[in-house]
Protein backbone atom coordinates (compact mmCIF):
# COMPACT_ATOMS: atom_id res chain seq x y z
CA UNK A 1 0.00 0.00 0.00
CA UNK A 2 0.94 3.36 -0.78
CA UNK A 3 2.28 4.93 2.30
CA UNK A 4 1.21 8.78 0.95
CA UNK A 5 5.13 10.00 0.58
CA UNK A 6 7.06 9.58 -2.55
CA UNK A 7 10.13 9.55 -0.94
CA UNK A 8 9.06 6.20 1.00
CA UNK A 9 7.50 4.38 -1.92
CA UNK A 10 10.45 5.21 -4.20
CA UNK A 11 12.90 3.84 -1.68
CA UNK A 12 10.72 0.84 -0.48
CA UNK A 13 10.33 -0.47 -4.01
CA UNK A 14 14.03 -1.51 -3.98
CA UNK A 15 13.91 -3.66 -0.59
CA UNK A 16 17.38 -4.62 0.40
CA UNK A 17 17.96 -7.88 3.03
CA UNK A 18 20.62 -7.54 5.50
CA UNK A 19 22.44 -10.20 6.87
CA UNK A 20 22.22 -10.58 10.38
CA UNK A 21 24.99 -9.15 12.68
CA UNK A 22 28.47 -10.91 12.88
CA UNK A 23 29.33 -9.44 16.12
CA UNK A 24 29.80 -12.08 19.46
CA UNK A 25 29.08 -9.85 22.07
CA UNK A 26 25.67 -9.81 20.96
CA UNK A 27 24.19 -13.61 20.39
CA UNK A 28 26.27 -16.87 20.16
CA UNK A 29 24.33 -19.60 18.71
CA UNK A 30 25.27 -23.17 17.70
CA UNK A 31 25.35 -23.76 14.16
CA UNK A 32 23.35 -26.60 14.69
CA UNK A 33 20.34 -24.91 16.59
CA UNK A 34 19.59 -22.70 13.96
CA UNK A 35 19.53 -25.27 11.00
CA UNK A 36 17.60 -27.89 13.00
CA UNK A 37 14.17 -26.78 14.40
CA UNK A 38 13.78 -29.81 16.61
CA UNK A 39 17.46 -28.64 18.53
CA UNK A 40 16.11 -25.30 19.28
CA UNK A 41 14.51 -24.88 22.97
CA UNK A 42 10.77 -25.33 22.76
CA UNK A 43 9.79 -22.43 24.85
CA UNK A 44 6.48 -21.53 25.66
CA UNK A 45 5.73 -19.13 22.72
CA UNK A 46 6.80 -15.81 23.51
CA UNK A 47 4.33 -13.08 22.77
CA UNK A 48 5.92 -9.61 21.59
CA UNK A 49 3.81 -6.51 21.53
CA UNK A 50 3.22 -4.77 18.11
CA UNK A 51 4.39 -1.47 19.27
CA UNK A 52 8.11 -3.60 20.26
CA UNK A 53 7.97 -4.87 16.30
CA UNK A 54 6.90 -1.83 15.07
CA UNK A 55 10.09 -0.52 16.89
CA UNK A 56 12.13 -2.71 15.12
CA UNK A 57 10.56 -2.02 11.72
CA UNK A 58 12.73 0.60 9.44
CA UNK A 59 10.45 3.02 8.60
CA UNK A 60 11.86 2.97 4.52
CA UNK A 61 12.19 -0.47 4.22
CA UNK A 62 9.78 -2.14 6.66
CA UNK A 63 12.15 -4.92 7.08
CA UNK A 64 13.38 -6.03 10.70
CA UNK A 65 16.57 -4.08 11.31
CA UNK A 66 19.94 -5.76 12.61
CA UNK A 67 22.97 -3.75 13.72
CA UNK A 68 24.44 -1.11 13.28
CA UNK A 69 20.85 0.70 13.79
CA UNK A 70 21.13 4.52 13.09
CA UNK A 71 19.38 6.92 14.47
CA UNK A 72 18.85 10.68 13.96
CA UNK A 73 18.97 13.51 17.16
CA UNK A 74 15.57 13.11 17.37
CA UNK A 75 16.16 9.61 18.14
CA UNK A 76 14.57 8.35 14.75
CA UNK A 77 15.84 5.35 13.80
CA UNK A 78 16.89 3.67 10.58
CA UNK A 79 18.12 0.21 9.25
CA UNK A 80 21.95 0.13 7.74
CA UNK A 81 21.15 -0.88 4.34
CA UNK A 82 18.64 2.61 3.89
CA UNK A 83 21.13 4.90 5.73
CA UNK A 84 22.99 5.44 2.43
CA UNK A 85 19.85 5.61 0.62
CA UNK A 86 18.53 8.48 1.61
CA UNK A 87 22.02 10.56 1.81
CA UNK A 88 22.65 11.03 5.30
CA UNK A 89 19.08 12.48 5.81
CA UNK A 90 16.69 11.31 8.19
CA UNK A 91 13.38 10.11 6.40
CA UNK A 92 11.48 11.35 9.27
CA UNK A 93 12.10 14.44 10.28
CA UNK A 94 14.67 15.34 7.65
CA UNK A 95 18.06 16.44 10.13
CA UNK A 96 21.44 15.11 9.47
CA UNK A 97 21.74 11.23 10.33
CA UNK A 98 25.29 11.59 11.46
CA UNK A 99 26.75 7.89 12.78
CA UNK A 100 24.78 8.08 16.07
CA UNK A 101 24.02 4.26 16.99
CA UNK A 102 20.93 3.46 18.81
CA UNK A 103 22.17 0.98 21.52
CA UNK A 104 19.41 0.59 23.64
CA UNK A 105 17.36 -0.68 20.44
CA UNK A 106 20.23 -2.83 19.65
CA UNK A 107 19.88 -4.71 23.14
CA UNK A 108 16.23 -4.65 22.81
CA UNK A 109 16.35 -6.86 20.32
CA UNK A 110 19.10 -8.94 21.41
CA UNK A 111 16.73 -9.76 24.34
CA UNK A 112 14.26 -11.25 22.06
CA UNK A 113 12.66 -14.52 21.20
CA UNK A 114 10.45 -15.31 18.23
CA UNK A 115 8.79 -18.04 16.84
CA UNK A 116 10.25 -18.93 13.14
CA UNK A 117 7.90 -17.55 10.59
CA UNK A 118 7.19 -20.90 8.86
CA UNK A 119 5.32 -22.08 11.93
CA UNK A 120 2.34 -22.27 10.24
CA UNK A 121 4.48 -25.30 7.67
CA UNK A 122 5.35 -27.35 11.51
CA UNK A 123 8.45 -25.30 12.67
CA UNK A 124 8.18 -25.01 16.62
CA UNK A 125 11.55 -23.40 17.33
CA UNK A 126 11.68 -20.43 19.31
CA UNK A 127 14.83 -18.48 17.98
CA UNK A 128 16.79 -15.30 19.43
CA UNK A 129 16.10 -12.54 17.64
CA UNK A 130 19.64 -12.38 15.95
CA UNK A 131 19.85 -15.90 14.85
CA UNK A 132 16.27 -16.14 13.37
CA UNK A 133 16.68 -14.63 9.58
CA UNK A 134 19.65 -17.03 9.42
CA UNK A 135 17.27 -20.22 10.75
CA UNK A 136 14.70 -18.91 8.55
CA UNK A 137 16.56 -18.94 5.29
CA UNK A 138 17.61 -22.76 6.16
CA UNK A 139 14.39 -23.88 7.60
CA UNK A 140 13.64 -27.63 6.64
CA UNK A 141 9.63 -26.44 6.72
CA UNK A 142 10.04 -23.38 4.52
CA UNK A 143 7.87 -23.46 1.49
CA UNK A 144 8.95 -25.05 -2.06
CA UNK A 145 8.98 -22.79 -5.25
CA UNK A 146 6.71 -24.78 -7.84
CA UNK A 147 8.80 -27.36 -9.88
CA UNK A 148 7.04 -26.40 -13.44
CA UNK A 149 10.01 -25.00 -15.92
CA UNK A 150 7.26 -24.37 -18.49
CA UNK A 151 6.44 -20.54 -16.97
CA UNK A 152 8.01 -18.30 -14.27
CA UNK A 153 5.37 -20.11 -11.71
CA UNK A 154 5.55 -18.03 -8.86
CA UNK A 155 3.21 -20.59 -6.01
CA UNK A 156 4.93 -21.90 -3.14
CA UNK A 157 4.18 -24.27 -0.75
CA UNK A 158 4.57 -27.65 1.08
CA UNK A 159 4.86 -30.65 -1.04
CA UNK A 160 1.23 -31.90 -0.84
CA UNK A 161 0.31 -28.18 -2.17
CA UNK A 162 2.33 -28.36 -4.86
CA UNK A 163 1.50 -32.08 -5.86
CA UNK A 164 -2.28 -30.60 -6.14
CA UNK A 165 -0.91 -27.45 -7.99
CA UNK A 166 0.91 -29.28 -10.74
CA UNK A 167 -2.11 -31.50 -10.91
CA UNK A 168 -5.18 -28.24 -11.18
CA UNK A 169 -3.21 -25.61 -12.50
CA UNK A 170 -0.86 -27.14 -14.66
CA UNK A 171 -2.31 -30.25 -15.90
CA UNK A 172 1.00 -32.44 -15.63
CA UNK A 173 0.64 -36.40 -16.34
CA UNK A 174 0.60 -37.73 -12.83
CA UNK A 175 1.89 -41.71 -12.92
CA UNK A 176 2.08 -43.76 -9.86
CA UNK A 177 5.07 -46.43 -9.87
CA UNK A 178 8.89 -46.62 -10.65
CA UNK A 179 9.25 -47.36 -13.99
CA UNK A 180 8.51 -45.08 -16.87
CA UNK A 181 8.33 -45.17 -20.86
CA UNK A 182 8.11 -41.58 -22.50
CA UNK A 183 7.99 -40.41 -26.12
CA UNK A 184 9.40 -37.25 -26.73
CA UNK A 185 8.59 -36.12 -30.47
CA UNK A 186 9.26 -32.71 -32.49
CA UNK A 187 8.07 -32.13 -35.81
CA UNK A 188 10.86 -29.61 -36.79
CA UNK A 189 14.12 -30.55 -34.35
CA UNK A 190 16.33 -27.99 -35.76
CA UNK A 191 14.06 -25.46 -34.20
CA UNK A 192 16.10 -26.42 -30.51
CA UNK A 193 16.07 -23.37 -28.73
CA UNK A 194 14.41 -23.59 -25.19
CA UNK A 195 11.96 -26.00 -26.16
CA UNK A 196 9.88 -27.14 -23.42
CA UNK A 197 8.24 -30.69 -22.77
CA UNK A 198 5.49 -31.67 -20.51
CA UNK A 199 6.72 -32.14 -17.16
CA UNK A 200 5.88 -35.89 -15.57
CA UNK A 201 5.58 -36.44 -12.05
CA UNK A 202 6.20 -39.96 -10.78
CA UNK A 203 4.25 -41.22 -7.35
CA UNK A 204 6.46 -43.86 -5.80
CA UNK A 205 8.35 -45.03 -2.55
CA UNK A 206 5.80 -42.51 -0.56
CA UNK A 207 7.47 -39.47 -2.72
CA UNK A 208 7.04 -37.69 -6.09
CA UNK A 209 9.79 -37.27 -8.73
CA UNK A 210 10.02 -34.89 -11.52
CA UNK A 211 10.97 -35.76 -14.86
CA UNK A 212 11.65 -32.77 -17.24
CA UNK A 213 13.32 -32.82 -20.76
CA UNK A 214 14.04 -30.19 -22.85
CA UNK A 215 16.16 -29.03 -25.38
CA UNK A 216 18.65 -25.90 -24.87
CA UNK A 217 22.22 -24.17 -26.37
CA UNK A 218 24.75 -26.16 -25.35
CA UNK A 219 27.50 -22.95 -26.26
CA UNK A 220 26.78 -23.55 -29.95
CA UNK A 221 25.60 -26.95 -30.09
CA UNK A 222 21.79 -27.74 -30.06
CA UNK A 223 21.52 -30.70 -27.47
CA UNK A 224 18.73 -32.14 -25.06
CA UNK A 225 18.76 -33.29 -21.54
CA UNK A 226 16.87 -35.39 -19.51
CA UNK A 227 16.84 -35.32 -15.64
CA UNK A 228 14.93 -36.26 -12.68
CA UNK A 229 14.23 -33.74 -8.99
CA UNK A 230 12.89 -35.28 -6.04
CA UNK A 231 9.87 -33.05 -4.17
CA UNK A 232 11.58 -33.06 -0.67
CA UNK A 233 14.71 -32.07 0.44
CA UNK A 234 18.28 -32.60 -0.42
CA UNK A 235 19.07 -34.94 2.57
CA UNK A 236 16.60 -37.27 1.40
CA UNK A 237 16.98 -37.08 -2.42
CA UNK A 238 20.33 -38.62 -1.65
CA UNK A 239 18.28 -41.90 -0.57
CA UNK A 240 17.27 -42.26 -4.20
CA UNK A 241 18.35 -43.02 -7.46
CA UNK A 242 17.52 -43.33 -11.18
CA UNK A 243 18.04 -44.51 -14.72
CA UNK A 244 17.98 -43.33 -17.93
CA UNK A 245 18.14 -44.90 -21.57
CA UNK A 246 17.75 -43.88 -24.88
CA UNK A 247 18.69 -45.47 -27.96
CA UNK A 248 17.77 -46.80 -31.40
CA UNK A 249 19.46 -48.51 -34.06
CA UNK A 250 21.48 -50.42 -32.20
CA UNK A 251 22.79 -48.25 -30.15
CA UNK A 252 21.84 -46.83 -26.43
CA UNK A 253 22.64 -44.69 -24.59
CA UNK A 254 22.48 -44.95 -20.40
CA UNK A 255 22.70 -42.46 -17.72
CA UNK A 256 22.64 -43.01 -13.59
CA UNK A 257 22.30 -40.69 -11.00
CA UNK A 258 20.64 -39.26 -8.00
CA UNK A 259 17.58 -36.51 -8.11
CA UNK A 260 18.18 -33.28 -7.39
CA UNK A 261 16.21 -31.57 -4.81
CA UNK A 262 13.54 -29.21 -6.22
CA UNK A 263 15.05 -26.94 -3.71
CA UNK A 264 17.68 -26.35 -6.81
CA UNK A 265 15.91 -24.71 -9.03
CA UNK A 266 14.91 -26.47 -12.94
CA UNK A 267 17.34 -24.05 -14.27
CA UNK A 268 20.17 -24.78 -11.73
CA UNK A 269 20.21 -28.84 -12.41
CA UNK A 270 19.81 -27.99 -16.29
CA UNK A 271 23.11 -25.51 -16.06
CA UNK A 272 25.08 -28.13 -14.45
CA UNK A 273 24.25 -30.68 -16.75
CA UNK A 274 23.37 -32.85 -13.96
CA UNK A 275 21.31 -35.36 -16.44
CA UNK A 276 21.10 -37.55 -19.53
CA UNK A 277 22.35 -35.18 -22.07
CA UNK A 278 22.19 -36.43 -26.02
CA UNK A 279 23.52 -34.11 -29.08
CA UNK A 280 21.09 -33.33 -31.50
CA UNK A 281 22.62 -35.19 -34.27
CA UNK A 282 22.92 -38.38 -32.34
CA UNK A 283 19.26 -37.71 -31.00
CA UNK A 284 18.09 -37.66 -34.77
CA UNK A 285 19.98 -40.87 -35.50
CA UNK A 286 18.28 -42.29 -32.55
CA UNK A 287 14.99 -40.98 -34.14
CA UNK A 288 15.48 -42.85 -37.33
CA UNK A 289 13.45 -42.43 -41.14
CA UNK A 290 14.50 -38.95 -42.58
CA UNK A 291 16.59 -37.34 -39.61
CA UNK A 292 13.72 -34.49 -40.14
CA UNK A 293 11.62 -35.13 -37.11
CA UNK A 294 12.48 -36.35 -33.49
CA UNK A 295 11.45 -39.29 -32.08
CA UNK A 296 12.77 -40.21 -28.64
CA UNK A 297 11.98 -42.97 -26.58
CA UNK A 298 13.37 -41.95 -22.98
CA UNK A 299 13.09 -45.40 -20.48
CA UNK A 300 14.24 -45.12 -16.83
CA UNK A 301 13.62 -46.30 -13.03
CA UNK A 302 13.94 -44.91 -9.68
CA UNK A 303 14.99 -47.05 -7.10
CA UNK A 304 15.27 -46.57 -3.28
CA UNK A 305 18.99 -46.98 -1.81
CA UNK A 306 19.63 -49.52 0.56
Request: with cysteine; proline share 6%.
Amino acid sequence: MASGNPFFDDLRSKPEVIDPPQSEDLMDISESSVNDPTQAALKPNVTVSSSVRELLECPVCLNAMYPPIHQCSNGHTLCSGCKPRVHNRCPTCRHELGNIRCLALEKVAASLELPCKYQSYGCMGIYPYYSKLKHESQCVFRPYNCPYAGSECTVMGDIPYLVAHLKDDHKVDMHNGSTFNHRYVKANPHEVENATWMLTVFSCFGQYFCLHFEAFQLGMAPVYIAFLRFMGDDNEAKNYSYSLEVGGNGRKMIWQGVPRSIRDSHRKVRDSFDGLIIQRNMALFFSGGDRKELKLRVTGRIWKEQ
